[in-house]
């Protein structure tokens, strides 16, 4: 798209500028759409009178006028090369950037693409919470990301079912005078009411012309894709006949020949019981990390999870991993501030110089002691060195094994 909409005046203002907005101005943007504050005391008070917002939530989609991909394109930048100051924040050890701050700018501007999408300029406040329910997938073009280079995010809605929005974004950064490809994300949210308790109608997607139909059937494709790994899952339905055929040979491969017996288990060369690899990980949910509706910020919550994973991998591993995909994370139920946020990590997978990790978070109830589970990450590391292979011992982690098998698997094919 050669103009970007950035929700009327914010857009034309910032278009006249020569700029495009910074992600601190799409955060403050956030909070304007809903209300919200910075302050917490003023914050709780805005969220409160939400609730009569819901006059102007439409019966149903019929009533919304058609929008296009261009009334939802946005372009925003992580100004790091021009603004020393901000490093800081994005800064690891290794010098690079921290990429679980990447997936927190991606979270946010997910979020205002499809505020975009729905916004309704004869209202000041939006009676829509969009909420992430989805990951689809980001997929690494480079490598490393410098922290000392501007960085340029692009994005637009590329598919709109009844109350869903799917939200495709581009990363790049700015190296020897031109701007490089980084990574490519699909986020896919959900429209709620004002008090984030049911479904929500969003304006329906006009295509022009054949580009925007294909970008548009690539959802459909996508969407599609979705249901069908849910329906298979392995905690649906039984491993198939190839799948149960790899268990068992890694069970025979661990069998202790010196015995006639299914408990004698014996390690193979260059391997590693998967349960000697996973580690945990224990999170506090203050205000401070709360989100425009009140609760912990879903790029927090990928952070903290990605951060982990990748720390699990360094630790298997021996050497400093490098991110080659992220996909399917499931947003499950939302995190309560104040909540006890466990989070397990699992190398699950390996093949070759590839690491499949699986990170699982659940909220602690202190009182009754209940877990309920919130989320599933799936990380697809690469180290450049020989690494161990990675061997299940229960039925359990033969299932957990045969599912990073897959989510390896697709990450591949998606790349080509």
Known sequence: FECFYFLGFFTGQMCRQGKAPDMAEVRNRLREIVGASTNWKDHQQALAERASLSQNLAKSQDELP???????????????????????????????????????????????????????????????????????????????????????????????????????MHMSQYQDGAYTDVLDATFVMVARDPENKRAAFVNPLKLEGPEEEAIFHQGEVNKTRRVELSTASLLKVAPTA?????????????????????????????????????????????????????????????????????????????????????????????????????????VCYTEGIHIQVRVHTEVLDPLTRQHNTTNVFHFTFRVEKDIPAIVPQSYGESMLYLDGKRHFDETMRSQG
């Not at 800081?88 to 927190?104: C, D, P, Q």
């Not at 709109?160 to 495709?168: D, F, L, N, R």
Request: proline share 4%.
């Open 66 to 168: 058609a929008k296009t991909m261009k009334d939802s394109a946005i372009e925003a930048h992580l100004p790091l090369g021009t603004q020393p100051a901000l490093r800081e924040k994005y800064l690891n050890y290794h010098n690079s950037v921290r990429f679980g701050r990447i997936l927190e700018d991606l979270d946010s501007l997910a979020v205002l693409i499809c505020y975009s999408h729905t916004w309704n300029e004869e209202l000041q406040r939006s009676p829509l919470s969009i909420v992430t329910a989805l990951v689809d997938q980001i997929d690494m073009r480079q490598n490393i990301i410098f922290p000392d280079c501007d960085i340029k995010f692009t994005g637009h809605v590329t598919w709109v079912g009844k109350t869903s929005i799917e939200a495709t």
């Open 242 to 346: 190839e799948e149960r055929t790899l268990v068992h040979s890694l069970f025979l491969n661990t069998l202790d020949t010196r015995t006639v017996s299914f408990r004698s288990r014996v390690l193979p060369p260059n391997s590693m019981w998967m349960e000697d690899a996973k580690m945990k990980g224990l999170e506090i949910c203050h205000p401070q990390e709360r989100n425009i509706f009140n609760r912990i910020f879903g790029g927090f919550l990928m952070r903290k999870a990605y951060e982990l994973g990748w720390a699990n991998a360094c630790a298997f591993a021996g050497g400093r991993p490098t991110l080659v995909a992220v996909d399917d994370i499931v947003f499950r139920k939302p995190v309560e501030i104040g909540s006890l946020l466990l989070l397990s990590s699992q």
